[in-house]
């Protein structure tokens, strides 16, 4: 298995630009989650779906902040238009959702985002 | 609000010896925790994990201790190795979140001294 691919691996865009970051989470898992680390707050739940469906928006910090998950294998984080604070290393993470798998979450290897 | 808190940002400790990482909770609804490791230019990958219904688990070299009167967990790494040198995070599930979110502390960077 390839694991949580994320694309780009590295984005340096221009304050209010429109910024795309992808996710293909790994087949069979039918739970999504997309973070967000900084220094300050460490890893920050931003979205969750679960079968395609967003469960938790709540850590979206404003309107800015979109995510879709059209299908099972695909999701996008979009921010538009982006600011120098929203520089950071995104993560994007998928589960099996059961209890009986202790929760765990696999990882992608993150998208580190400048914002100039 | 931190819910999660990993006081130490840092940690250093020479080769063989044991390393111990601690995390602070606040959430008594708690009901399992993990903790997982980072190397530089990767995303975090699982390590271990104990119920709150346990005080402690071990694989390997690595045990997991849970006090729930003190809302307290730490990670014993003995011994510890250079691979050991990472960023560790603790994260932890609570019962009344309905769903499978996790909530992380800020991360402690354990250096292994050769």
């Known amino acids: 298995d390839a694991g949580v691919i994320q694309s780009p691996r590295h984005e340096v865009t221009e304050m209010g630009q429109e910024v795309t970051l992808r996710c293909k989470p790994i087949?069979?898992?039918?739970?999504l989650f997309w973070y967000r680390q900084t220094m300050m707050r460490g890893l920050e739940l931003l979205i969750y779906?679960?079968?395609?469906?967003?469960?938790?928006d709540s850590g979206m910090p404003e309107d800015r902040f979109s995510a879709k998950m059209p299908n099972a294998s695909f999701s996008t984080l979009k921010i538009q238009p982006s600011e120098p604070r929203d520089s950071a290393v995104y993560f994007c993470?998928?589960?099996?959702?059961?209890?009986?798998?202790?929760?765990?979450?696999?990882f992608g290897p993150g998208t580190r985002l400048t914002v100039t | 609000d931190q819910q999660v808190k990993q006081n130490s940002p840092s940690l250093s400790v020479q080769e063989g010896r044991i390393s111990i990482l601690n995390c602070d909770y606040t959430?008594?609804?708690?009901?399992?925790f993990l903790w997982y490791k980072k190397y530089p230019a990767e995303g975090p990958t699982f390590l271990i994990s104990?119920?709150?219904?346990?005080d402690k688990n071990e694989d390997g070299r690595f045990t997991v201790f849970l006090n729930k009167s003190a809302k307290h967990l730490s990670l014993h790494i003995v011994p510890s190795q250079p691979g050991d040198s990472a960023v560790y995070f603790c994260?932890?599930?609570?019962?009344?979140?309905?769903?499978?979110?996790?909530?992380f502390g800020t991360g402690t960077r354990l250096t292994i001294i050769p």
């Open positions: 993470a998928s589960s099996q959702g059961s209890r009986d798998l202790n929760y765990e979450q696999y």
């Open positions: 087949s069979g898992h039918n739970s």
């Open positions: 779906f679960n079968n395609n469906v967003p469960i938790d």
């Open positions: 959430n008594s609804m708690f009901d399992y």
């Open positions: 104990i119920s709150s219904i346990k």
């Open positions: 994260a932890a599930h609570a019962s009344n979140f309905g769903n499978e979110k996790l909530t």
